[in-house]
């Protein structure tokens, strides 16, 4: 062998050598590798054979919570040996890094959530790594050899968890609190949360059983439902826009401010969920008494306005205060009916009668008992400048609110963003406040407000404590459930609660100040209305004066040209014999009776034919007057009809009074006369005209007319005439409006007394404990 | 079951099947290491490598068990746990003879250099080489169980994983003779 293959060869055999070597040693790892799987793999398989064992002693007693039927299963058939081979990798073991300074959430594959907030952990690296190992699974139980013995007693588990914090390899410890949640199917509200404590052999042993307490889910407060129960239903079942939020706040919050007192009424359900307010003593009567109220406005406007404004003397005296200047409420009930009967029932009424020369209408058959007490009591509240007296029947206990229900203003105060993110921003407490409602206390709702920061059941522990009967059984059975809390921040308990106030009293003032000037409004309405009658009335006089005045001029023209004398018609005439029923304003200003004035006269006032023969010429005079009868065809239909005579000779037109059903009048026959009706039907208006009517009976159908139209129409009239028909017609209107007003604002109040009802409709049956003493409203006596 | 299906069991990877068959030696197992200076926890231990021994030694397909399996198990906890207590230098008063074959346990004790070695390693690194090298998992599993990004990195871990043994290996072999 020469020199260089020595070399070469040794070289070889070293390398080879190192070659080997590492080879070698690589195989020798290699192998170690294997055999500490294979060691892993017995040791497993020792430990569930130890659990399997275990299990398979205590038998039918044990049952895993989750599983029990796999765990049977499991030893029956020998399950876990046939999946060893895939089964022998890694642990449910999860090694986390987290950012300690942040707000984590970590969910395992098995579902468990832990949520751990920022600076959960003592560590100054701001990075901690978290050894997360769960077992919920009975698989994962088994396979992790995990025992569920508490002290030696077996337990029933739901899953085990263990977390743990490291920071650069050394164990950290926890200084906050960590929320976890471990998946379920079915909540036992008996489990309890244990502490596992290892032994020197690596057993568990559980301990220190604690209630789970579970932290409530918060939601969107604008999403929840804080109405009272029956708010919706009574929407619902009286048609309205139920499902349209802005509309159902705004109605609802404006009933702050309505308080009803204690005592309850009898009062019918209308179904099972809506009562509905009927006419009753106690609580629900003054009900009817607002009614009552707008429906004696009505009345007043229809019936009595003619002859009464209220405030001021007129044809009848001023009305105000009425109930004071009667002996009694039956005597004036009478006296509106039939003041003459009444006169004579009660001689001491003989001074009414003389207050004017006028005759009071009388009223009999036209006005029901009930119309009656609601006229009265309309024009007894009426209040002078001012209108209407604010809403009395409802009576305001603003102080001693505490003592009532739920004033909605509360409501809208917590029904508010800034509640979201506490206990007032669950299911659970919209559960609750269902109940609430129906107690006769808003103080209750003050005490979940005042404990925000304290678990659900705390809460209704202590509602319970203050009820009885079926709201102390119901609140009992929701402190069992053992609802937990919503974490608060500090400081923030005493933030809401006087955000809470002071919204709460920002709210019920706007309330109540749109209130008042709603009614302020109202009241400037019926004082608008009251005084536009009055215009009217007085308008009207001035017309029916002037055209007797002229239609007397004209009659005793004629009526002397036709005896041959001309006899203007600025002639004086004195005043005619008192006897007289009618008293006009007659324009005279010489002294001296003629007889033929006279008798034009009397014709004139009593609008009926007369002949006159003059003793010197012994010529004739005669004026004739005949009768034209008007019926409107379904005369029934109509709120209001008016029928006008339109003469061509004077300077403003007639109304003809209605009789019975016929609109009738003596026409004069020296004037051609145009007849327009006009009626009105809700918002709508009818006409009939005819020109050159003539005496007889007529049987006439209207016609619908536009406002602009009829205008229109009455416009072809000359002067003055057009003038004042378009001025009656444009009062017709208003009043007609004003009544369909005073309609609507019943219909209103109805609708309102009806949610009312179903908003306040506390359960009186539910004695409670009243933190305050009681109070009542006398004893806080102006 | 019977020492027979046992050692099928063994050859046929069938871990739990067989340690059940097996579990009915532990508590004289225990009863020995007690009476012997040792744990409970020793004894688990010597249990789990005498099962790993003779998972080996069944793979030999001439392997031909000459007295209960019971015996011989408890043969190999012996020899075992003597050599333990020499490396603890508690030397027992007495030494027996034993069936098994001095060979195989004369591996294991060379074979206890890279056993070391091994156990020098990070949980990851032992992780990861157990399921390569023992679960034959696939460079694609390993990236997913062990949360490596992709197949590279898995690959390129299980080397430098394999490297360190390996010094480690050097190092104490250099160190320590047996």
Not at chain 1, 550 to 563: G, P, R
Not at chain 2, 106 to 112: L, P, S, V, Y
């Amino acid at each position: 062998m020469t020199a260089e293959e020595r070399t070469a060869f040794e070289k070889q055999m070293v390398a080879d050598n190192e070659l080997q070597q590492e080879v070698f040693i690589q195989e020798q790892i290699i192998t170690a590798a294997k055999t500490a799987g294979l060691k892993n793999t017995f040791a497993k398989a020792i430990k569930k054979k130890w659990i399997i064992k275990r299990l398979t002693q205590f038998g039918v007693g044990v049952i895993l919570l989750v599983a029990a039927a796999f765990v049977f299963y499991a030893i029956k058939t020998n399950i876990f040996s046939s999946h060893e081979e895939d089964r022998t990798n890694i642990e449910n073991v999860e090694w986390i890094s987290i950012n300690n300074a942040a707000d984590t959430i970590i969910e395992t594959n098995d579902g468990v959530v832990f949520a751990i907030p920022a600076q959960a952990f003592a560590g100054k690296s701001g990075k901690v790594q978290l050894e997360i190992k769960t077992a919920i699974r009975p698989y994962d139980i088994m396979r992790q050899g995990l025992s569920t013995e508490s002290n030696g007693a077996l337990l029933q588990t739901a899953g085990m968890f263990y977390i743990n914090g490291y920071e650069d390899g050394k164990p950290i410890g926890l200084v906050k609190n960590i929320d976890v949640s471990v998946p379920t199917n079915k909540v036992n509200p008996a489990m309890q949360l244990f502490d596992g404590v290892m032994d020197s052999s690596g057993n568990i042993n559980w301990v220190n059983p604690r209630p789970i307490e579970n932290n409530l889910r918060t939601h969107d407060i604008a999403t929840l439902d804080f109405y009272p129960p029956n708010y919706i239903p009574a929407l619902k079942a009286l048609g309205k826009e139920y499902t349209n939020k802005r509309y159902t706040d705004s109605l609802y919050y404006s009933f702050s401010g309505y308080y009803y007192p204690e005592k309850s009424a009898g009062y019918k359900k209308l179904d099972s969920t809506v009562t509905i307010a009927i006419e009753g003593e106690g609580r629900f009567g003054e009900v009817t008494d607002t009614l009552k109220k707008y429906q004696g406005g009505e009345i007043f406007y229809q019936k009595c306005a003619s002859c009464h404004i209220m405030g001021r003397d007129f044809t009848g005296p001023n009305l105000q205060d009425v109930l004071s200047k009667w002996p009694s409420k039956q005597v004036l009930k009478e006296w509106i009916l039939d003041n003459a009967k009444a006169t004579k029932k009660y001689p001491y009424l003989a001074d009414k009668n003389n207050w004017s020369q006028s005759v009071m209408q009388v009223f009999e058959g036209q006005l029901n008992d009930a119309e009656l007490e609601a006229l009265i009591k309309w024009v007894d509240e009426w209040k002078g400048d001012a209108g209407q007296k604010s809403d009395t029947s409802i009576r305001h206990y603003d102080r001693y609110d505490f003592h009532y229900e739920i004033d909605p203003s509360r409501i809208r105060a917590i029904w508010d963003r800034k509640f979201n993110n506490t206990l007032l921003a669950t299911k659970e407490f919209e559960e609750r406040l269902r109940y609430i409602h129906s107690l006769c206390e808003s103080d209750f709702l003050r005490i979940y407000i005042e404990r925000l920061d304290k678990p659900m059941y705390e809460i209704d522990q202590v509602i319970a404590e203050r009820t009885t009967g079926s709201i102390r059984e119901k609140f009992l059975e929701f402190a069992a459930r053992k609802d937990g809390r919503v974490i608060l921040k500090q400081g923030m308990q005493e933030k809401l609660s006087a955000y809470f106030g002071k919204k709460y009293n920002a709210y019920k003032t706007a309330t109540e100040k749109t209130k008042a000037k709603y009614e302020a409004e109202l009241a400037k309405l019926n004082q608008v209305a009251s005084e536009k009658k009055g215009e009217y009335v007085i308008r009207d006089i001035i017309r029916e004066d002037k055209n007797f005045n002229e239609e007397f001029c004209i009659n005793l023209t004629e009526a002397y040209s036709q005896i041959g004398i001309k006899r203007r018609c600025d002639d004086t005439i004195p005043p005619p014999p008192p006897n007289s029923i009618e008293y006009y304003n007659v324009t005279v200003d010489t002294v001296g009776w003629k007889n033929l004035d006279m008798y034009v006269l009397d014709a004139t006032s009593n609008r009926q034919s007369m002949t006159y023969t003059d003793p010197v010429t012994g010529k004739t005079a005669l004026l004739t007057y005949k009768e034209v009868s008007i019926a409107i065809k379904d005369m029934d239909q109509y709120d209001k009809i008016l029928v006008y005579l339109i003469p061509d000779s004077l300077s403003s037109f007639q109304r003809i009074r209605q009789q019975g059903t016929l609109f009738k009048e003596n026409l004069n026959s020296l004037f051609s006369y145009d007849v327009v009706a006009i009626g009105y039907r809700g918002d709508k208006i009818f006409y009939y005209k005819q020109a050159n009517v003539q005496p007889g009976q007529y049987a006439v159908g209207l016609s619908s007319v536009s406002e602009k139209d009829l205008k229109g129409i009455l416009q072809k009239y000359s002067g003055q005439k057009s003038n004042e028909l378009r001025t009656e017609f444009e009062y017709q209107l208003f009043e007609q409006q004003e009544i369909m007003r005073q309609i609507q604002l019943r219909k209103d109040h109805e609708f309102r007394e009806k949610i009312a009802a179903a908003i306040f409709s506390c359960d009186e049956g539910t004695y409670w404990i009243p933190e305050y003493p009681v109070v009542q409203p006398g004893d806080f006596k102006k | 079951m019977t020492d027979k299906e046992i050692i099928e069991h063994l050859r046929n990877n069938k871990y739990q099947k067989a340690t059940n068959g097996l579990y009915s030696i532990l508590p004289s197992v225990k009863k020995y290491m007690n009476a012997n200076n040792g744990t409970n926890d020793d004894a688990k231990d010597i249990f789990q490598d005498a099962l790993v021994i003779l998972y080996k030694n069944v793979q030999d397909k001439n392997f031909a068990l000459t007295v209960p399996l019971a015996s011989y198990m408890h043969g190999i906890v012996k020899n075992l746990w003597l050599q333990e207590l020499r490396r603890r230098n508690k030397i027992p008063v007495t030494e027996e003879q034993i069936e098994v074959s001095e060979v195989i346990i004369t591996e294991e004790r060379n074979f206890a250099i890279a056993k070391a070695a091994f156990n020098l390693l990070g949980e990851k690194c032992k992780k990861l080489l157990i399921m390569f090298y023992f679960n034959k998992k696939s460079y694609k599993e390993l990236a997913s169980f062990l949360g490596f990004g992709d197949e590279r990195t898995a690959k390129n871990q299980k080397y430098r994983c394999l490297q360190k043994a390996k010094e480690n290996y050097l190092t104490l072999s250099t160190g320590s003779h047996e």
